[in-house]
């Protein structure tokens, strides 16, 4: 008998205990991250080929107290290896841990070496070799603390690679794990089982196999054990074939349906090939089909659907997932009453888009991401029932809001001949996002949470805002794009935050923009300025139009069409000054008229020659970019700006000045020295869509004395 190490995850030991005990192990004690117990060499091999659960077993060789590399060293020579492998085996070590004094598992690995080697040498016996890629034999070593354990791997590599899922497919679930997900589903062999979004198939084989009583290892060609010195091969070939058997027979008495479906071919195909390689493609019918639109198949009474949706929290995938996670638990309500679920996901606000209590819940661990497994009952309902769930609304103060909002700005819009525009704005405090409608695209832009609002409320209001923007406006969740507002600090304005580059062209008031609603924070255009750029059209005509601080150039391109005699717009960043060039483009205007200068607009100011008669200038509240000569605050700086603008205003010309601080204050008097004057037009510039917030920006008409 020998002392043996299970390791599986944190959390799955008492299940494994569980597993063990059935394999005929009789003291079977949970540690941290595993199962210890004694076995002999028989046990031992059932159980290398019949746990679903264990990622690897460990014969343990030694166990001593470990306080520095000399600690380490000594026991692994004590260590009597010539009676566990040959000289003439490959081997590698893995070691798992550090302490205070070995602070470097590679250092700890090549102790443990050292120490393996020199036992044989000093038995005057050829050294065996190390080989990481070909190795016959793998030492697992574990250190926690001033405690080591020390061992030899008899499965060689995890248990999870059970051999009908090639390395190259890999999926993000692992076949131990998928087995955890399915004894503590709820689900066996009795049931129908059925995987919505089955991915690689993982799930619905390891439940197959578990139907058919077939060995998870019975696939595997190598074992760590092969290689000892008291390896029995007759008993490990009986093992084997009783366990081969039992395989092909069990497939041909499994009455279990088993049901599998993805909205891929691509992928749905690598699923059937797994499960062919698997031996059990004959049990499971793969179909393509949308979760989304899920109706229960033919023979699925009283079932249970397992399943790994999928969770992923990727710029602009969000949204996606909460409309995903929404279709699907309305569809488990109305197509599956009288079945049972079991959803495994690292999301509970995703979870919470089920609208469904969960009866039971689990924590465990997909690698390092904690993840939920949550048990459903699906109560049979009335239509009526149904219908009247399906009505009513997520979020329902938020969602009111919204409804009226929207039966508001969207008949403003349409007569205005606007295709972009906001729908709410931090209407109510506890609902703190900004939403914006660009064509049949929706734009939410989460403002940061106040400190004294937990996280993990702000997420599920978030999704709950998420879901009642798609039902109130009858989105497609595909095209709802969720950002992340918070105050900007030097450049990060113009920092990208996803590589899409979809771009779409708006109109505003007889213009064309091009607008980009993923790849930045700001989408190239913005909404509070629209009567502004509309008045300077207005303006523009037969007029020399300046454009500082440009952006992407869209007052420019209203000044354009509204026949000016030429534009010079001015941008520091590059990638903005040539989307302004494509605006203009986009609306016939082209021509060396029509000059593009990529400066400081600061820097350029003190310097500019040429005369203007209008002038648009919307300076940042505050700058201290990198890029420019030095910081800028427009309430302490605004008059050096305008004492340099005045300088290329033509007598009377006009400055429209406009910035977003709030509460600023405009210094009436040393304007009034530099022969300037001031008319405040703030309230002539703000939209229908920004009227609740009256400070989103001021604005001044700003010309000679008269």
């Known amino acids: 008998m020998n002392q043996y190490l299970a390791v599986t995850s944190n959390g799955l030991e008492n299940l494994l205990v569980e597993e063990l005990t059935q394999l005929g192990i009789s003291d079977a004690k949970p540690v941290q991250a595993g199962v210890r117990f004694t076995a002999s060499n028989e046990q031992a091999y059932r159980c290398c080929l019949w746990s679903r659960l264990a990622s690897r077993f460990v014969r343990i060789v030694s166990e001593f107290n470990c306080q520095d590399d000399m600690d380490l060293y000594l026991a692994t020579s004590a260590v009597n290896w010539v009676n566990h492998f040959h000289s003439s085996k490959k081997f590698v070590v893995d070691f798992n841990g550090t302490n205070r004094e070995i602070r470097n598992s590679q250092y700890g690995a090549m102790k443990v070496k050292d120490g393996i080697v020199d036992c044989f040498t000093k038995k005057n016996l050829p050294r065996p070799s ?83 009583n077939m060995a998870p290892g019975v696939k595997r060609q190598k074992w760590g054990f092969e290689a000892l010195e008291d390896f029995e091969p007759e008993l490990w070939a009986e093992i084997k074939a009783e366990a081969n058997v039992q395989a092909r027979r069990g497939v041909k008495n499994v009455d279990t349906k088993f049901f599998g479906m993805d909205n891929d071919p691509r992928v749905l195909q690598t699923a059937r090939d797994n499960a062919r390689r698997a031996g059990v493609e004959s049990l499971i019918d793969f179909s393509l089909a949308d979760a989304a639109k899920l109706t229960r198949p033919e023979g699925f009474e009283n079932g249970v659907i397992v399943c790994n949706p999928p969770y992923g929290e990727r710029l602009g995938t969000h949204p996606g997932l909460i409309a995903l996670y929404t279709a699907f638990g309305g569809q488990l309500k109305a197509e599956f009453g009288g079945c049972q679920a079991s959803i495994f996901s690292s999301s509970d606000e ?79 405090p506890e609902y703190n996002v900004a939403i914006d409608i660009y064509q049949d695209s929706l734009v939410i832009q989460e403002y940061a949470a106040p400190k004294d609002v937990p996280e993990e409320k702000a997420k599920r209001r978030l999704t709950d805002i998420i879901r009642a923007a798609i039902q109130v406006l009858d989105m497609d969740a595909n095209k709802v794009v969720l950002k992340v507002r918070e105050k900007q600090k030097g450049s990060a304005q113009y920092q990208k935050l996803a590589q899409q580059s979809e771009t779409m062209v708006v109109h505003e008031y007889g213009v064309k923009l ?54 010079t717009t001015v941008d520091m960043s590059k990638t903005y000054l040539n989307w302004a060039k494509e605006n203009m483009e986009l ?107 009256k400070q989103i920006h001021n604005c001044w008409l700003v010309t000679h004395q008269g």
């Open 130 to 212: 190390i080989d990481k890629d070909r190795f016959d034999l793998r030492i697992h070593v574990r250190l926690h603390k001033e405690k080591a354990i020390l061992g030899i791997d008899m499965v060689g590599g995890g248990l999870h690679m059970r051999g009908y899922r090639p390395e190259a497919g890999k999926a993000p679930l692992r076949e131990t794990l998928a087995a955890a997900i399915l004894l503590r589903s709820g689900w066996d062999a009795s049931k129908p089982m059925l995987d919505p979004m089955c991915g690689s198939g993982t799930l619905l084989i390891e439940a197959a196999m578990m139907a058919a």
């Open 350 to 428: 995703l979870l919470s888009c089920l609208r469904m209590r969960a009866d039971k819940q689990f924590k465990l661990n997909n690698g390092a991401l904690p993840c939920h497994q949550k048990n459903y009952s699906i109560s049979v309902r009335e239509p009526s029932q149904l219908n009247e769930q399906q009505q009513s609304l997520v979020a329902p103060d938020f969602a009111n809001r919204l409804k009226k909002n929207v039966a508001k700005v969207r008949k403003w819009a349409k007569r205005e001949g606007l295709d972009c525009y906001r729908i709410y704005d931090a209407d109510l």
């Open 514 to 567: 091009q607008v980009n609603l993923y790849d930045y924070l700001d989408t190239g255009l913005f909404l509070d300025h629209k009567l502004t750029r509309r008045r300077l059209g207005e303006m523009a005509n037969n007029k020399d139009f300046l454009n500082l601080f440009a952006y992407t150039g869209s007052a420019t391109v209203h000044a354009a069409c509204g026949g000016a005699r030429s534009t």
């Open 587 to 693: 609306n016939g205007q082209v021509g060396r008229q029509h000059r593009f200068e990529q400066a400081d607009c600061l820097q350029w100011l003190e310097t500019a020659r040429g005369d203007y008669d209008l002038i648009f200038i919307d300076p940042p509240t505050f700058s201290n970019s990198k890029r420019m000569a030095k910081s800028f605050d427009v309430q302490r700086d605004h008059i050096e700006l305008f004492t340099n603008l005045k300088r290329i205003l033509r007598a009377g010309g006009t400055i429209v000045f406009s910035n977003n601080k709030r509460h600023f204050k405009m210094d009436l008097d040393a304007l009034a020295e530099l022969g300037l004057q001031a008319k405040n037009i703030s309230n002539q510039t703000l939209p229908l869509d920004f009227e609740r917030n």
